[in-house]
């Protein structure tokens, strides 16, 4: 792999940890428009997100974006400190601004900004910060606290030592690898000023300058230079665990500035760069009264009045004596200083906690490619399971010996939790999906003049993390379509006697095997006779078949292309697209949708997914020489009907199944696949009642066979789209068995029922 895709490689972690960094930015800004206010605890947490957004920019090189990021961050960090006093105007403004920052980082990372447009857009930033300051009001203020996640600060730590030691074998130290050092560390730095630590910033405060000369070119960075500053990393990290475990042992301390001066003292002699004759001159007696002294960490004399520096001076709060004055024990004095500074604890080694295994997460950011990988294994050994199944059932048969496939059952419990194991790595909570909802309402309400409280349920149920992608633009546009055609304008609910602010409720469940997910508002409804018109006038219906449609099947017309009942295009609908993606969409996701609408009440769209879209547990059902594969989450019950539970009605003798005073409508599959079937009577049959929402119907096959656990493999995309089969499998003898689409059958039906 190339520098290039390295970085590359490196910016898509990065990419991905900004998404959600972005998300929580937007929940907290969200939350204070909500409420009216931010508390300190949600300044200091947005802080700390676009810190991290700035530091991790830094090191994958994204210039612009870390550029302009800087600034939102000083003004943030204002408002940390009451520099500035938040308004929600200030409120309004972040939120506009991460926009910006997103926009930025996706031109970026496409290598397509534009220098003069990106000045622009800072220049107006800064304009617009500017103003904040010369107008600030004393509207609302925060309290401050001063905390970072420790997370954080291991991870920006590890970057540094990770640098130093990516080139201790190669000793490539180029000016980028110089400069992003220093950024890391300058990160580094701060970061731990806000974890409340005092030790270990101020160690590295002089380690920082001389980095900073030598991205300066003041000071050559040479193999021997890496090598001391991974040791005196090592030592910084020491004395971060000791601080972080409030037992800072200052004889130990005293040990480690004294290994920090012999390491350094040991290099300055070759590190020299070609514009500065003296090298470090970091230990040089005669160099007082220079300009620049390098390092001046331990220098014996006390260095100018202007600097303010003597020795190492790590926690030194005095104010320093002129430079005439020669100190003769440095050391001594950096230890009595840190005493005056830091409270000195008794040290104990056997409860000492590190930073780092304090810090450390129990969860690891994995790529969604490796787990499809693994769970495409997973499928592969479930096959192979089939296929030795199906071998050991023809062997035990041969030989009448029935305990050959009983000494397979441990196998096949291994296999399922395994797959079970696996599956459940690839399911995220709904709340990742919710989490990118409230700023598009937030968003569209305001462009509409509108006023929405969005409510969410069921944010801990769990969903096919390969769903999300295909989940989230059919939501945004049934969203979108709720707030444009379905919730009123403010005047207008009130004169209908509704509350001003509308209600978007979206809710998430686990039912049969099933996610079960309905987006409902308490707006005006749909003009079931306005769209079934305008279907009528776009000739997607006849008018025949509107005679037969229930108000049901009516609604269900907006998900045709081309429809819009919209007076007129905008840039939020109009044009009659949208809806037929969302149909198109959830099919493709195994799913369906369904509407209930009422006028002046308000619309709900139910969707339906099935909980994987990778392994699934089937029933072998039999029509003629056919088998095919109906899933089981969606089998109600089965049985074998008698003639008087059998009725036909309307014009076209629809069979009507009668159970327990249900009816229930009949499908015969070897009608609708074109099947010579082993019986037409349907009471020598067997009937299967599905159920999908509040729909059920019973599918006549001739027999059902075995259960069997299956990998699905999409049809469509290995071979092409069939009406009634939704996917495919590999069954143990390796043949092709083909799993019924329940929901594509029933609608074929309900089309068919209207002609």
Known sequence: MDDFDEMKEIQGYFLEEASELFESSHGILLEAEQNGELSSESIDALFRNIHTLKGGSGSVELNYFARYVHYLEDFIDNLRKGDLIATMTMVDFLLEELDSLQEIIDLEV????????????????????????EAVTEEETFGLKNTIDSGEFIDLYDAVVDSLNSVKISNEFTQDFVNRLFRHLHTLKGSSSFMGLEAFPKYLHNIEDLLDKARNGLICYTKEFNIALIETMQNAEEIANDEFNDCLDIDEFKLKVIEVEELFNSIVANCKADNEDNGFEIFDENIADKEDCGFEIFDDAVVNEESNNIGFELFDEEEII?????????????????????????????????????????????????????????????????????????????????????????????????????????????????????????????KLNKKVNFIHHGDTVEIDKMMVEGLTDPLIHIIRNSLDHGIEQPDVRIEKGKKEIGELTISASQESGHIIITIEDDGAGINLEKVTNKAL?????????????????????????????????????????????????????????????????????????????????????????????????????????????????????????????????????????????EFTDITKGMLIITKITNVKVAIFVDDFLNQEQIVVKSLEKNYKKIKGIGAATIRGDGSIGLILDIMNIIEEEKIKSWN
């Open 537 to 677: 006038e776009n000739g997607i219906i006849s008018q025949k078949d509107s005679e037969h449609m229930s108000d049901e099947d009516k609604a269900m017309l907006i998900f045709s292309a081309g429809l819009s009942t919209a007076s007129e295009i905008s840039d939020v609908s109009g044009r009659g697209v949208g809806m037929d993606v969302v149909m198109n969409n959830i099919t493709s996701l195994g799913g369906s949708i369904s509407i209930t609408t009422k006028e002046n009440k308000g619309s709900k769209f139910t969707i339906l997914l099935p909980l994987t879209l990778a392994i699934l547990d089937g029933l072998n059902v039999k029509i003629g020489k056919q088998n095919l594969i109906m899933p089981l989450n969606m089998i109600v019950e089965s049985l074998q009907p008698t003639i008087n539970m059998i009725k036909k009605v309307g014009n076209n003798q629809k069979e009507i199944l009668m159970l327990r005073d249900e009816f229930i409508p009949i499908i015969r599959l070897y009608d609708f696949f074109h099947i010579e079937p």
């Open 322 to 446: 002129k430079k005439e004055t020669i100190v003769e024990e440095p050391l001594k004095e950096i230890v009595e200083t840190t005493k005056k500074s830091i409270p000195v604890k008794q040290k104990n080694k056997a409860t000492n906690k590190s930073i780092k295994k304090s810090a450390a997460s129990n969860s690891i950011r994995v790529g969604l490619d490796k787990i499809d990988f693994l769970m495409n294994r997973v499928g592969d050994l479930v096959i192979t399971k089939s296929m030795l199944y199906k071998f050991l059932e023809d062997l035990a048969e041969k030989y009448n010996d029935p305990s050959i496939i009983d000494k397979l059952s441990r196998l096949d419990r291994e296999i399922r939790e395994l797959q079970e194991a696996v599956m459940s790595v690839r399911m995220i909570p709904m709340e990742s999906v919710y989490a990118k909802l409230p700023k598009t309402i937030r968003d569209l309400a305001k």
């Open 110 to 133: 496409e290598n397509n900004v534009n220098d003069s447009e990106f000045e622009e857009a800072l220049q107006k930033l800064l304009n617009r910060i500017k103003n904040f300051n």
